[in-house]
T-cell receptor
């Protein structure tokens, strides 16, 4: 089992719709979870981080964490064509340290 | 300011060359990272420095040699690389804390390395 898993996509949604991106992780000790956006040929850009169970909202983005299910998701409301990118879920291994592990990424395509 | 600066942006080197990649941040972060990213793959962790000391080496071949001369700088020395080492090399930094919180990592723009 991979440490961090995501559907590779592509996930296609129409402009204005809600895009839902999912991520599961295997290390029950993980405490910190991150979503990065990466445009083709560019470096990852941090969008959200979440540490506690429940929802965390920032503008059009909502991160959801369920530690019991080892599941973290990212919702993008009112999706725009500029949101088209690869979304990387990242987890810090264990409950202490700097060891970021990335999932394979989900490619999102927002259709005008 | 969440800027991590990497130089050069592009590098082409032969298999017998020696070159260095440089990374700089002035955010006071005490953890710095090197990642390697191949096309259509996620970043793979290579090295982590914590308070200028190497804390994680993900079994990287010795032809890659990291160095952290001070809290703001991180280098990656390259020697005798292979064509399969061609990739995007990303530097990142984060605060270093005893808890796992407040540890989000910020990435530089990367160095696109081609080994010929």
């Amino acid at each position: 089992q991979k440490e961090v898993e995501q559907n590779s996509g592509p996930l296609s949604v129409p402009e204005g719709a809600i895009a839902s991106l999912n991520c599961t992780y295997s290390d029950r000790g993980s405490q910190s979870f991150f979503w990065y956006r990466q445009y083709s040929g560019k470096s990852p850009e941090l969008i959200m981080f979440i540490y506690s169970n429940g929802d965390k909202e920032d503008g059009r983005f909502t991160a959801q964490l369920n530690k019991a299910s080892q599941y973290v998701s990212l919702l993008i409301r009112d999706s725009q064509p500029s949101d088209s990118a690869t979304y990387l879920c990242a987890v810090i291994r264990g409950n202490y340290g700097q060891n970021f592990v990335f999932g394979p990424g989900t490619r999102l395509s927002v259709l005008p | 300011d969440t800027e991590v600066t990497q130089t050069p942006k592009h590098l082409v080197m032969g298999m017998t060359n020696k070159k260095s990649l440089k990374c700089e941040q002035h955010m006071g972060h005490r953890a710095m990272y090197w990642y390697k990213q191949k096309a259509k793959k996620p970043p793979e962790l290579m090295f982590v420095y914590s308070y200028e000391k190497l804390s994680i080496n993900e079994s990287v071949p010795s032809r890659f040699s990291p160095e952290c001369p001070n809290s703001s700088l991180l280098n990656l020395h390259l020697h005798a690389l292979q064509p399969e080492d061609s990739a995007l090399y990303l530097c990142a930094s984060s605060r270093r804390s005893r808890s796992s919180k407040d540890t989000e990592a910020f990435f530089g723009q990367g160095t696109r390395l081609t080994v010929v």
